[in-house]
């Protein structure tokens, strides 16, 4: 049973109607040839895959920021958090988290606080783990605002292959830490602005798992609020 539980995982009702495409091709494709019949199962079972949405242990401990996707720490650099979101234009601390199409693509909350904006933007459809993604790529971008009334941006940032981007956030919705808010389809990226003063615990290259890697840790950094 364990051994069927680390394999078989829950997958989000997102991906219910492509998995029962790709099964319906891959029937056609039996009758053509069988060969092509077991890609088409292949091909299948990855789609299931790629929408599994398995369930997470988020960290207790007040104050940590948890990475809101899984996959790699592409970019750790200073950038002005998306103007649409109203966050001023003081350069913040942005780390990206780059997902491959194998990586689980839910998105979770970074830290709990209430959403005081969902910013969607259309855009170009670059490569993800290039820098500029981040400003030229189609995006969506959450401001959640803390109890101690600092604030992060999250942004969902289509990529190469991604060609959808879905939030079921709306603003005033109130997220626990490591809460699902969205996802992209078939590889994208998020982007976390930290805020001011605080500083990463990850480093570029570092293998990130959604609603449990902490990314910072924010009751070490001073509150300021201008």
């Known amino acids: 049973m364990k051994m069927l539980d680390t394999f078989i995982k829950p997958m989000h009702p997102e991906g219910r109607k492509f998995v029962a495409i790709f099964a319906a091709i891959t029937l056609v494709l039996f009758f053509v040839w069988e060969v092509l019949g077991w890609i088409g199962v292949g091909a299948t079972v990855w ?9 997470r242990v988020t960290p207790k401990r007040k104050g940590v920021l948890v990475s809101p996707a899984d996959g790699v720490i ?10 649409e979101l109203g ?11 780059f997902m491959n199409v194998f990586n689980c693509h839910v998105n ?19 490569n993800a783990s290039l820098d500029k993604a981040s400003v030229d790529n189609e995006r969506n971008s ?11 941006a999250v942004v ?25 808010f969205g996802l992209i389809r078939f590889g994208s990226r998020l982007d976390v602005y930290l805020p001011d003063g605080v500083a990463p615990l990850v480093s570029i290259g570092q293998t990130m798992v959604a609603g449990e890697t902490v990314i910072a840790d924010l009751s070490d950094a001073p509150v300021r609020v201008d």
């Not at 789609?47 to 369930?55: H, N």
């Not at 966050?87 to 988290?97: D, I, N, Q």
């Not at 959450?142 to 992060?152: Q, V």
């Open 47 to 55: 789609c299931y895959y790629f929408f599994r949405d398995p369930e």
């Open 74 to 83: 592409s970019l750790i650099e200073p950038a002005i958090p998306p103007k």
């Open 87 to 97: 966050m001023g234009e003081r350069a913040l601390t942005r780390v990206s988290v």
């Open 108 to 126: 979770r909350a970074p830290i709990a606080g209430t959403v005081s904006q969902v910013a969607y933007r259309p855009g170009k459809f670059l």
């Open 142 to 152: 959450l401001r959640i605002d803390m109890a101690d009334g600092r604030s992060i």
């Open 156 to 180: 969902q940032i289509a990529g190469l292959v991604a060609r959808r981007i879905v939030c079921w956030t709306d603003p005033g919705t109130t997220l626990a830490t490591g809460e699902r």
